[in-house]
């Protein structure tokens, strides 16, 4: 044959070649199939020995040969099989869709034993099928968020995902949690949005439960085996933390009116004071004080419990009522506070003697009057008040006195019997109103089972180690109750410990372990304490959920950096400034130190580890030193804040504190004398010297003015009070006065 080839160019090229065929003399012609590919597919839940297709290569015309098959390449791990015989492909193993979902084999027919052979590719689709749930990478999750976030915002995303393809693998997300109208989820994207506004005060915290489901159906032949929720379904617990900002001022509860017996004893309790502050932490932490109304010192009041004693004995007669004014403030930052007009009345003791107006009452009657003659009548005062100051009169026994008769009540005297002066001229009788008692009553108030018991923490977290001996004491519980007798006694129960690894005192709330514990068998356990009151009538609980903590948070300082001011002179241990630095472990991991790290050689300062109050060690001289540097050097001071956790984690913070100037230096002068010579003939005005002192202190303490004081009693001289300078005022006359002595006074 001869073969040309050409291009395809506006001027052709061309080129020729000679090919030569030699015909043999036995020619093999091999079994050709019926199509060059064959497509089958398959579920990937086929069980073994599945029939998937079938393949066929006819033989050439007039062959004795049979035709066999086999699978020459695209199934290395043996998943398929082919009849050799009749070219059925079955399935050999587990097929996974996730794994591979499309396969290529070949396969290769031969006729008998000859050398010939053809092949077809066979593509395979292994189909998927909903057999794999959608799963979230955690089951727990937290996220804290502003109550003053606006509904509509984004607080949080959940994603999960599913190893399935198409509608088995599209993930649609729903909140399954109840009491969560405050959240919404949009079912594709898995964003949380808030739908109304949260506040810190009625609820610090939510728990979403969110749930993760595919779209796809349930794989048929598995209904049988698998339960269909748990095989399409993942669940994740969502913690929603709502963070408190200072937005509620203190709001008194107590009674704005009090009353005190005027004899009371000093250090009595006149009224407990009571604010209220919905905030949370420090936010929520009233203080109060006395602004006005106690200038003479009459009460005192307990800045952290409210309580107003008597700091002085009160005196109804010189100061029957109080009205104090009093401040609540939270510590938050800023601060807010509330104040209320307090009214204290003070309440009559009959303390007071009843006093004649007259010490000596004189009148005349006549004689031989009838009975009922009115005599006199008698007056006395009491300054008591009420029924402490209502008088009663009548007459002690006397000679004679049985012939009159006092009114009990308007002190009016007159006569019982006709009287006879040649009988009895002189009648002496003495009378006097009565003192009544008083009766103080006082109020039990009963107990009512209507407060639970509650735990410090809601929720507490620790860690042990798994060399842990049986009966080892894990963590103490406390609980209180502000109730009274068998209503405010606690006991503790454990709930949901579904391994019983540990017990607890049900008097003490102490939790210790029951058996060993092995961190490969077990990493975590999860359970709840409920503290029950013992009483018989409706009795309270509270639970409260327990967990292993482990020490991941370092401490942290409110501030990293702090400025405080003292002033000079202060005794040693005086309080300057407060730093406070939060754990979000808990227990020991939990647990704040303070401490000066270092700087401090000369001990001038020390901290309290527990409350982290920093306080002055020594006597601070403002001249000596006006301030101390607290930073983070080498040479210089820092505040640590360490927790009590294994390994201990701790940061550090800056303070900057000020020595105020008290004025407890007077001027010096440079100079005790000065000398001064000057010519009779210098002129008026003229500049004489000039004096000067220096005073240690700072500020106005130091600012100095000059007096003349005596010598200058003719006015030759005058002096700048601001600068010292001394001029003269009138002409010298060295043979008037030869010398003057000037005596000036720095203040």
Known sequence: LTVSAWDGGGLPSASNAAVTINILQTVLVPAIFERSRYTFSVPEDAPEDSVIGTVKAREPPNSLEVVSYRICSGD?????????????????????????????????????????????????????????????????DKVTISHTQPPGTAVYIAHAEDKDSGLNGAIKYSITSKHSNAFSIDPSLGVVNLTRTVFAEKQQEYTLHIAAEDCGSPPLTSLLAINLTERRLDS??????????????????????????????????????????????????????????????????????????TAQLLDREVQECYSLTVMALDDGSPALSATQVLTIIVLDVNDETPVFLKQLYKTEVHEN?????????????????????????????????????????????????????????????????????????????????????????????????????????????????????PNGEVMYSLIDDTYGAFAIDSGTGSIVSTKALDRET??????????????????????????????????????????????????????????????????LNGETEYSILSGNENATFLIDSTRGILATNTGLDYENTSSYRFVSSSHQLVLLASDRGTPSLNSTAVVLITVLDVNDNPPVFSNPEYHVHVRESIPIGSHITEVSANDCDAGTNAEITYAIISGNDRGHFCLDGRTGSVNLTKTLDYEDTMKFTLIIQAT
């Open 76 to 140: 290395p791990h043996g998943k398929f099989s082919i009849d050799p015989q009749f070219g059925i492909i079955r399935t050999e193993k587990e097929l996974d869709h996730e794994a591979q979902s499309v396969v290529v084999l070949t396969v290769q027919s031969q006729l008998g034993s000859s050398p010939v052979c053809s092949s077809t590719q066979v593509n395979i689709s292994v189909m998927d099928i909903n057999d794999n749930p959608p799963v979230f990478r955690t089951k727990s």
């Open 236 to 309: 994740l617990a969502v913690k929603i933390v709502i963070l408190d900002t200072n937005d509620n001022s203190p709001s008194f509860m107590s009674s704005p009116l009090s009353y005190v017996m005027e004899d009371v004893e000093v250090g009595f309790p006149v009224h407990h004071i009571i604010a209220k502050d919905p905030d949370e932490g420090r936010n929520g932490q009233v203080t109060y004080r006395i602004l006005s109304g106690n200038e003479n010192k009459a009460f005192v009041l307990d800045k952290i419990t409210g309580l107003l004693t």
């Open 369 to 485: 009057q009838d009975p009922g003659e009115f005599v006199i009548k008698v007056e006395a005062m009491d300054q008591d008040a009420g029924l402490n100051s209502l008088l009663q009169y009548k007459i002690l026994p006397g000679a004679g006195y049985e012939k009159f008769k006092m009114n009990s009540e308007s002190g009016e005297l007159v006569t019982a019997a006709s009287l006879d002066r040649e009988t009895q001229e002189v009648f002496s009788i003495k009378g006097s109103p009565s003192r009544s008692s008083t009766a103080q009553l006082y109020l039990t108030v009963l107990d009512e089972n209507d407060h639970s018991p509650l735990f410090a923490k809601t929720q507490y977290q620790i860690s042990v180690t798994e060399d842990l001996e049986e009966g080892s004491a894990i963590l103490d519980l406390s609980a209180s109750d502000e109730d009274d007798g």
């Open 522 to 587: 077990k990493s975590q356990y999860t359970f709840r304490a409920v503290a029950s009151d013992c009483s018989t009538h409706l009795p309270r609980s509270t639970t409260v959920s327990w967990i292993q903590d482990v020490n991941d948070n370092v401490p942290k300082f409110e501030q990293s950096y702090y400025k405080a001011s003292v002033w000079e002179g202060q005794s040693p241990k005086t309080d300057i400034v407060q730093v406070f630095a939060t754990d979000l472990d808990s227990g």
